[in-house]
């Protein structure tokens, strides 16, 4: 396999490349930097690379190796979404708001370079993450490889540009409201976000109110689990621990779910919403072939359509913003529309703002009654196909927001609640961009999602198409 195809060819391939001896982890990382000085220029999914130092750590890794070391990540170039603490910068989070280095790497990064992967560089976001897309008046688009005119979704949209277009094997992401999901679902590629606790966010305690998480950014489930198994567990002093896994994550992608019982839900989060025929069609034929695959599959509308659950998520989302904004260390350089949805969240009366950040556990508990009668919950990933760049830029902040929030609408309850939800590939639109669906598990319960996804991806593949224009396009 040649180098080019190899950079296409994710975590499990380029891991037992370096292993074999097929290439260097120096050789592999030095791929990657050619094809972000060639492609990122259109893309521009990084803020930051790492050229010197990736290259330093791939030679560290290939020395490692020489010397008997059996590493899980050997040499295997992964991006970092800029909201994750790197040693000696700045956690930016999308803006120019922040000026003072970290004195030492999050878990996620210490226990990736631990495994011996390559942190190639840190991947753009909107500001705060607070837009499906990731755009920002100083930084410009970030684009979708798929389609230049079109977003890669926020706010992991750098993290999610750069695996799809082949330029890392795999990418760390953030989640508080589908920002893993939504860069997946329209990049083509396979984004789990975890249960609450599975991957410490430290040096945080945790973020947004305990509504975000972080994980893995992939072209297969397989590269998922690969990646998960390294990063996952808690530290001490975090706020949320999850239960452990029944078997490691990988091992999970690896093992027949059996037959499961699998709820489709097509109702929107909220009176409303449309949701596309395109969408619509990806869901049933999701559900037709895992019916084909022996599952138990029927049509179950959750009680999801809960409009006080709906505004509560509103206020302490807006809430989470404004307290985000003014945690910055220079929260004035954040642009006006993020200073808008900031102030909207100030603005909230005292007594709203403790509704909103109030426990949810009778939220919780009404959600998972679902997972009595299923196994997983089939739902869509996102109501229509991906967005144009600059689609709502005439738009107002209100106006905007509520058009994510009907973009987004199947997405955030699981943040709320906790549970793992997968966004997987289901094929395309007619233009040829991608669509997706959403899994949805019992809190804790990530190896059956992984079994599942992984035996749609083996009925139904998508991790060999590549798109055009960007080298070895298929």
Known sequence: MELTELCFAGVARQAHAVRSGEVTARDLVAEHLRRIERVDPQLNAFRLVFAEKALAEAEQADARRAAGEDLPLPGVPIAVK???????????????????????????????????????????MPELGLWPYTESGWAGPTRNPWSLAHSPGGSSGGSAAAVAAGLAAAAIGTDGAGSIRIPSAVTGLFGLKPQRGRVSLSPEREAWGGLVVAGPITRTVLDWALVADQIHGAVPGDAHVAHPPRTSFTQAARTDPGRLRIGVSLRPWGPGIPIADE???????????????????????????????????????????????????????????????????RRLPRATRRWAMKDDATLTAYANRVFTSVDVLLTPALTRPPIRVGEWDHRNVVTALLAASHYTTFLPLWNIVGNPAASVPAGRTSSGLPLAVQLVGRQHDECTLLSVSAQLERARPWADRTPAGLGHAK
């Not at 913003?321 to 910055?328: C, E, P, V």
């Open 82 to 124: 800029e909201d994750i603490a790197i040693e000696g910068l700045p956690t930016t989070k999308g803006t120019n708001a922040a000026r003072t280095p970290e004195p030492a790497d999050s878990a996620i990064v210490a226990r990736l370079r631990a495994a011996g992967a390559v942190i190639i560089g840190r991947t753009r």
């Open 279 to 345: 969408v619509r069609d990806a869901v049933q034929d999701t559900a037709a072939l895992l019916t084909d695959l022996g599952h138990d599959v029927m049509r179950l509308d959750p009680p999801m359509r809960d409009l006080t659950a709906s505004t509560q998520f509103a206020a302490r989302y807006l809430y989470n913003a404004y307290l985000a904004r003014t945690g910055m260390e220079f929260p004035d350089l954040v642009e006006p529309r993020t200073r808008a949805v900031g102030d909207l969240g």
